[in-house]
């Protein structure tokens, strides 16, 4: 596999399910990013990691929960969320935190019953 | 006054014509500016990055940054039906934690290349 993988393509769930989002980059980068993309906004980046390290956290509200357990790898832990959280989730990465361009993966469409 | 402004478009073009796509923002010492493209249901894909002042030219497409002005432009050359997307313009400005920078995004402009 090359680029970046993300897992479901597709979830539907219930406000009071737990589910988790799954990224898998295979690009050799170390920095690895979680955005929310909604419509007629623009794209919000919610955390950053960097050598699994988190160094930006958006102000995002404590139901959304990432993980990294590794640079090539990042997950987005999701509980009791509102119909509001329905969006597209897109998972980035690239080789650092600077000025670097950023590759996504073909996103998580989530939607909240 | 938004930190990354870009025309929602649409932006309708014929076929073979020069597309000019236009973002401005607000942040002076940003260094470094990138345009994604982006199908309808797709993710953003990287076209361009610029980080200097002047032209880059890459095939079809050129970036244009004029730091003065604080803006960034894309011009696609010899539009084509399959450039119908929407453009999306990010800036670099600092981070939360030491030299870390973080993406600030346009909203896109919508371009449709008609045959």
């Known amino acids: 596999e090359t680029g970046v993988t993300q897992t479901p393509r597709h979830l539907v769930m219930g406000m009071t399910n737990k589910k988790s989002l799954k990224c898998e980059q295979h690009l050799g980068h170390n920095a690895m990013y979680w955005y929310k993309q909604s419509a007629k906004k623009p794209l919000e980046l919610m955390f ?4 699994k390290e ?8 404590s139901r959304f929960s990432p ?3 590794n640079s090539s790898h990042l997950f987005l832990h999701l509980h009791t969320l509102q119909p509001e959280d329905s969006a597209l989730y897109l998972c980035a990465s690239s080789t650092g935190t600077g000025d670097q361009p950023q590759h996504f993966g073909d996103g998580t469409r989530l939607s909240i019953l | 006054q938004k930190e990354v ?15 000019s ?23 953003p894909e990287l076209i361009m990055s610029i980080y ?3 032209d880059k030219e890459d095939g079809r497409f050129t970036a244009q940054l004029n730091k003065a002005s604080q803006y960034v432009s894309l011009l696609i050359r010899d539009s084509q039906p399959s450039d119908s997307a929407t453009y999306l313009c990010a800036v670099n400005k600092r981070g939360n934690a030491g ?3 973080k ?3 346009g909203l896109g402009t919508s371009l449709a290349v008609n045959p």
Request: charged fraction near 15%; hydrophobic fraction near 25%.
């Open chain 1, 67 to 69: 993980e990294c357990p």
């Open chain 1, 48 to 51: 950053v990691y960097n050598f």
């Open chain 2, 99 to 101: 030299n870390n920078r």
């Open chain 1, 54 to 61: 988190q160094t930006e956290n958006n102000s995002v509200p």
């Open chain 2, 21 to 43: 796509l236009n973002c401005t923002y607000s942040d002076r010492v940003s260094q470094s500016f990138f345009w994604y493209r982006q199908y309808s249901g797709k993710s």
């Open chain 2, 5 to 19: 402004e870009q025309n929602s478009g649409p932006l309708s073009v014929p076929e073979g014509a020069i597309a």
């Open chain 2, 52 to 54: 200097s002042n002047g």
């Open chain 2, 103 to 105: 993406l600030i995004w």
